[in-house]
């Protein structure tokens, strides 16, 4: 059973950047594709970036590409994702989550996930 816990969030002006990690326990993430996702309130969770372990291709939702980035360390068995640029709509409570098909992350429909962390844009 893997476990996700992730850290990082926090409150941050406009403009400026965060990085959030996640990490793994109970399993190794080697073999998993990782992904960002984000809830605001009173909105759906929504994608926000993935990494195949398969492939190693990244893939980030619309409102993201150019500003987030997401990366991994199988050693440290720790994914995480660098926000630059932060804007005030990217306030949501963000979760990573794990599973062994990029597809099934990318839907939402991951095996594992994480309690999520608070990231809170100032405008």
């Known amino acids: 059973q893997v476990q996700l816990v992730e850290s990082g969030g926090g409150v941050v002006q406009a403009g400026g950047s965060l990085r959030l990690s996640c990490v793994a326990s109970?399993?190794?993430?080697?073999?998993?594709?990782m992904g960002w996702f984000r809830q605001a309130p009173g909105k759906e969770r929504e994608f926000v970036a993935a990494h195949s372990w398969f492939t190693l291709r990244t893939y980030y939702g619309d409102d993201v590409k150019g500003r987030f980035t997401i990366s991994r360390d199988n050693d440290r068995n720790t994914v995480y994702l660098q926000m630059n640029r932060l804007k005030p709509e990217d306030t949501a409570v963000y979760y990573c989550?794990?599973?062994?098909?990029?597809?099934?992350?990318?839907?939402?429909?991951?095996?594992?996930w994480g309690q999520g962390t608070q990231v809170t844009v100032s405008s």
């Open positions: 109970g399993g190794s993430l080697s073999r998993y594709c």
């Open positions: 989550a794990a599973d062994p098909s990029i597809s099934a992350v990318q839907t939402l429909s991951g095996a594992y």
